[in-house]
């Protein structure tokens, strides 16, 4: 089971309260976790990661164990206590104004 | 009793503001979709309770919305505008190719007999339908795979095909607005396209009357009366009598031609609106005036409305989506302002009062008129 943590906008869309917890089949990696999200909750699809590029919305991080997993190549294990369900998979919504 | 329905897009979000038949008392629902800039939401005249919503941020992309009650529940539908094949670039504001990139939806016109099928004009300039409620999106590219496409250039707001107007005679035929391409027209049912710019002049490009490259802010049509086209550019207010095989400019007495938003009265074809606006660059109503003219000579001779606008210190844009007509005798016109009012008129225009002062700046305005 991981445990990922949603920014406000996207727990609204998805109607979801609190953490979203998924069964994710593959090895844990940023890519299997958002394939899993979007899986379960389709209309989240394209407001992380572009629909066709696959790459990261520019505003939008990811965060877990205290690191910036942003950058991180999309098929690297994620931390063990995220992939174990310790810690959460944290999709942020980057810190701006307007 | 009859009533009106105004769907507000704003910057935060989209209101639903609702009267009856007298437009004189309005209930205020919002804010949907809080927090999110709302461009367009628009809804079907073969289902009026059957609502669109262009809903997007820069923090999460593009979503669209769909309402079935009026707009009282939302589901969000299909979001994925992929263009047709591999792209090309277009110009940039640089003259250097620059790929296609889909950005945001700014307009979603429902088709006019089919509650299934909506238009969704994108920037990237481009045009998608689809058949199914939203679902799924397909480019009608031939637009965009005009001879001229390589060369458009986007306008400071970003190349954003703005406009969509289907021609209720003609089923088979279109036109569109893209700033700064121009007006294009199908008359094969978006399959091919070709530019319908002929009489505007624009002093901002090399060659002021070419064929593409003009910086059209919008496009009105009277549904009775189709051939007859009135345009507010940049600069100019212009008027085709051929369904936009020449056009003639209309501006006449206006305090300036500048402005964003152009319509037609629902029951007098030569009935127009604008509002004029000060540019280069203030964009603001010339003297902080706020002041929309009226012609009902289909032009050049031009009546400043007043009553009830304000009439000093006001600094605020009226933008291209947001104004919009009922069908209601008289006919209510509406037009909200980066101010974050709503003005509505239930007397074509002679007198004007806010349904609302203090929303966010509001991005477009759609009336339906319910039975």
């Known amino acids: ?98 | 009793m009859s009533g009106v329905r105004v769907l507000v897009g704003t910057r935060k979000g989209a209101f639903v503001l609702t009267a009856d038949g007298t437009r004189a008392d309005w209930d205020v629902s919002g804010p949907h979709f809080a927090g999110w800039e709302i461009y367009h939401v628009k809804g079907s005249p073969a289902d009026p309770a059957r609502l669109f919503a262009s809903q997007s941020s820069s923090w999460f992309g593009q979503l669209i919305q769909r309402s079935d009650d009026g707009g009282a529940t939302w589901q969000p539908v299909g979001n994925e505008f992929r263009y047709d094949g591999v792209p090309g670039t277009h110009q940039w504001y640089d003259g250097t190719p620059h790929p296609w990139e889909f950005a945001r939806v700014w307009h979603l016109e429902p088709s006019l007999t089919d509650p299934d099928t909506v238009y969704a004009g994108v920037e990237d300039a481009g045009l998608f339908r689809s058949v199914d409620g939203g679902q799924q999106w397909q480019e009608l590219s031939g637009l965009r795979r005009h001879d001229s496409g390589s060369a458009w250039q986007p306008g400071a707001g970003g190349m954003c095909l703005h406009t969509i107007l289907q021609d209720p005679s003609r089923p088979e035929r279109m036109f569109v607005a893209i700033s700064a391409a121009g007006a294009f027209r199908t008359d094969d049912a978006g399959t091919t396209w070709r530019p319908v710019n002929r009489g505007l002049q624009s002093n901002g490009i090399p060659d002021a009357d070419a064929e593409v490259g003009h910086c059209v802010h919008r496009i009105a049509m009277h549904p009775a009366r189709p051939d007859v086209l009135f345009m507010q550019k940049h600069w100019d207010v212009l008027r085709s009598d051929d369904a936009g095989e020449s056009w003639h400019e209309v501006s006449g007495n206006l305090p300036t031609d500048f402005g964003f938003p152009i319509d037609v009265h629902a029951h007098e074809p030569d009935t127009v609106y604008v509002v004029p606006i000060k540019s280069d660059s203030e964009h603001y109503p010339p003297d902080g005036r706020l002041r929309v003219y009226r012609s009902r000579t289909g032009g050049d001779e031009w009546e400043a409305l007043t009553t009830g606008l304000p009439q000093r210190n006001c600094y605020v844009n009226v933008l291209r989506d947001a104004m919009a007509v009922d069908s209601l005798d008289s006919c209510g016109v509406y037009f909200g302002t980066t101010g974050g009012q709503v003005y509505a008129s239930a007397n074509a225009g002679d007198s004007w009062a806010p349904i609302v002062r203090d929303l966010p700046p509001v991005l477009s305005v759609e009336v339906q008129t319910l039975p």
Request: glycine share 8%; hydrophobic share 50%.
């Open chain 1, 1 to 98: 089971m991981i445990r990922v943590v949603l920014p406000a906008h996207l727990r609204t869309l998805a109607r979801v309260d609190g953490e979203v917890q998924l069964d994710v089949a593959g090895p844990a990696t940023q890519r299997e976790v958002l394939d899993a999200l979007e899986a379960d909750f389709p209309m989240l699809r394209g407001t992380m990661r572009d629909h066709v590029t696959q790459q990261r919305r520019a505003f939008v991080r990811f965060f877990a164990c205290e690191q910036d997993l942003s950058n991180e190549p999309p098929d690297a294990p994620l931390p063990a206590a995220v992939a174990l369900g310790a810690e959460p998979f944290v999709v942020v919504g980057a810190m701006a104004g307007g």
